[in-house]
């Protein structure tokens, strides 16, 4: 696991931001929605920056959507990376896979493949990358923040 200290705390020393390398294990599931979780209570103990409940579940989920992904589709590690700005939480996964994921059209008699809507519903942005290494996913989550 190689996991980057947050920088900074304050709303002046924004954006805090942290990575963490993932395994092909199953288990990194679970250990990225704990890393997730233990990032936005770290940035929600700064009296400055608001992380709600339902934020930390909206990311917690679009986490395992994306993290379940690359254990599925690209072999190798995953990289998780989180950054919290003064109006969002962006989530990036980046993985071995250079095919970007492809909405589809909504199907209720589809079984699987309903990752990318997920997230797609949750999250305000949803972008894709193809990188020389593979592809980068991303999305944003509106953050809550007391007014200065």
């Not at 200290?5 to 993932?22: D, I, K």
């Not at 940035?43 to 959507?65: C, F, H, K, R, Y």
């Not at 909405?103 to 797609?120: F, M, T």
């Amino acid at each position: 696991m190689d996991q980057a200290a947050e920088r900074g705390r304050t709303r002046a020393s924004l954006p805090l931001e942290a990575s963490l390398t993932l395994s092909d294990e199953s288990s990194s599931i679970a250990q990225a929605r704990r890393f997730a979780t233990a990032f936005l209570t770290t940035a929600g103990s700064d009296s400055e920056t608001l992380v709600t409940t339902d934020t930390v579940q909206i990311v917690q989920l679009i986490v395992s959507e994306l993290v379940t992904n690359a254990r599925k589709y690209a072999p190798g590690p995953a990289v998780l990376h989180l950054r919290i700005t003064d109006t969002v939480v962006q989530v990036e996964l980046q993985d071995s896979n250079p095919v970007l994921p492809v909405p589809h059209a909504h199907d209720p008699q589809r079984v699987g493949q309903h990752g990318l809507e997920i997230v797609a519903a949750l999250a305000g942005t949803v972008t894709t990358e193809r990188l020389a290494s593979g592809k980068r996913v991303g999305a944003e989550v509106a953050l809550t923040t007391v007014p200065s």
